[in-house]
């Protein structure tokens, strides 16, 4: 289902966005058609010929004539604003030779693509599997003593060395926890590293994160005399997959789960697009993750402040929060209004220390609360009805916009808490607002 706020979701860039609101007029197009598997039409360009726009209403991916690098290309994203706002343009017809041509074509890759995961999934060579399952464990073995060795060594010389403040230092222990293939230790790695140059008290915060990440190594080497979710738990974190075929295949949790926010993050040439939801019945919150190499662009075709009835495939773990959803992702609608206050910052806290006490290893936990921001000398903080606040972690913008739409008044949220900071996803102001932003790490 299109809706202004999904088109405006697929936008790659704020120009393009720009440019697509400029050229979503009727004047601008010609042959505008539909039928119940695309939209099409031909826009006027700079050229002698126009361009052939098409968007697949399934996945909602596109194709145009022009010769935009970027996807969607104004055109597409335009043909779509159009449609959404006018409809009644659109007359449904047969397809034209060149939509109905790329129709085709997508079916045929999408068929090959059907059988290629088929193969991808049957019954492999079990004694072949176990030897290289056997040769993976050996090397993340040789990376989580490595690493075991050079946390002790670190805090055996204490946090004052230089070699801590240099970047180099944990690009190179990284490095070879990739060489491992413990990619969750590099990750680990990488965010202790980053710490003396984003953090006013890293000293502290970095030796809270080796004593986690030591608990982790400590509980990995012990495994085996686990119980299954608290081993797969740990075995993740450390750098193992799980096959989504046998998530897809477990028991999924059925309810009415609400948008509550969505965020993109991009590190080199890797864009992270993480959606948050909150069960209605279950009361249960998950994650939603996307990995799309640049300049691709994950194809999301919900919004925050929408709902969607649906399964969720969780994966294993202790308390688990990551989920899949089956394919085709269905059709989302608009949320109705809060009927409830939400929770109070007590409840989160008390929460959130639950979650902690089963999986220490957990660094953010969703939640909805009415709050506002306050002001103390050049702290932000959230307040909650009962005149509990927390710190905010908060960037320039969002501070105006927030504090706009409170108009100093609580109001509705979605947020993350991390432990330490609280940060805003999306705010109610007679509609839900997305209160995040693109950005780089």
């Not at 659109?90 to 059907?114: G, H, Y």
């Not at 801590?164 to 190179?172: A, C, D, G, I, Y």
């Not at 994966?315 to 109705?336: I, K, Q």
């Not at 957990?362 to 506002?372: D, F, S, T």
Request: hydrophobic share 40%; charged share 25%.
């Amino acid at each position: 289902m299109l809706t202004p706020d999904t088109v405006t979701s697929l936008a790659p860039d704020a120009a393009s966005y720009k440019a697509a609101k400029g050229l979503a007029t009727p004047r601008k197009w010609q042959e505008l058609g539909k039928n119940e598997h695309a939209l099409w039409g031909l826009a006027a360009g700079s050229g002698k010929n126009p361009y052939q726009t098409r968007v697949a209403l399934d996945d909602f991916a596109t194709k145009c004539s022009c010769p935009s690098r970027k996807f969607p290309c104004k055109h597409a994203l335009a043909l779509m604003f159009l449609y959404v706002e006018q409809e009644e343009l659109f007359e449904a017809s047969d397809p034209p030779e060149w939509v109905s041509e790329w129709l085709e074509k997508r079916s045929v890759r999408q068929e090959k693509a059907a059988a290629k995961a088929q193969t991808a999934h049957a019954p492999k060579d079990t004694q072949a599997a176990a030897k290289r399952k056997e040769k993976r464990s050996g090397r993340i073995d040789e990376g989580v003593t490595m690493l075991q060795e050079v946390l002790e060594d670190m805090l055996r010389h204490g946090l004052a060395q230089d070699e801590l403040r240099n970047p180099e230092t944990w690009n190179n222990l990284e490095r070879r926890l990739i060489d491992c293939q413990a990619g969750g230790l590099a990750a680990a790695v990488r965010m202790i590293g980053e710490l003396p140059f984003h953090h006013p008290h890293w000293e502290e915060a970095m030796l809270r994160q080796m004593g986690n990440l030591g608990l982790l190594l400590h509980t990995y080497t012990h495994r085996d005399a686990l119980n299954p979710d608290l081993k797969s738990e740990v075995e993740q974190r450390v750098g193992w997959n799980v096959d989504k075929t046998d998530i897809l295949a477990g028991e999924g949790v059925q309810d009415l789960w609400f948008i509550g926010g969505q965020e993109r993050v991009t590190r080199e040439n890797l864009l992270r697009s993480s959606t948050w939801l909150f069960g209605t019945r279950s009361g249960r919150h998950a994650t939603l993750l996307q990995f799309t190499q640049l300049p691709a662009r994950p194809k999301e075709t919900w919004t925050v402040g929408q709902q969607l009835e649906t399964q969720l495939f969780f994966y294993p773990g202790v308390l688990p929060d990551r989920a899949l959803t089956l394919a085709p992702l269905p059709a989302a609608s608009p949320a109705p209004p809060p009927s409830d206050q939400g929770g109070s910052i007590e409840d989160m806290l008390s929460d959130f220390a639950s979650i902690l006490a089963q999986n220490p290893w957990r660094k953010r936990m969703p939640y909805r609360i009415v709050l506002q921001p306050v002001f103390q000398g050049n702290q932000e903080y959230l307040m909650d009805l009962n005149g509990k606040a927390l710190p905010w972690k908060s960037r320039k913008m969002q501070v105006d916009q927030l504090t706009c739409i409170c108009g100093g008044h609580p109001v509705p949220m979605c947020v993350l808490w991390n432990g330490a900071e609280l940060e805003v996803l999306s705010a109610f102001a007679g509609s839900w607002i997305s209160l995040t932003r693109e950005r780089s790490e």
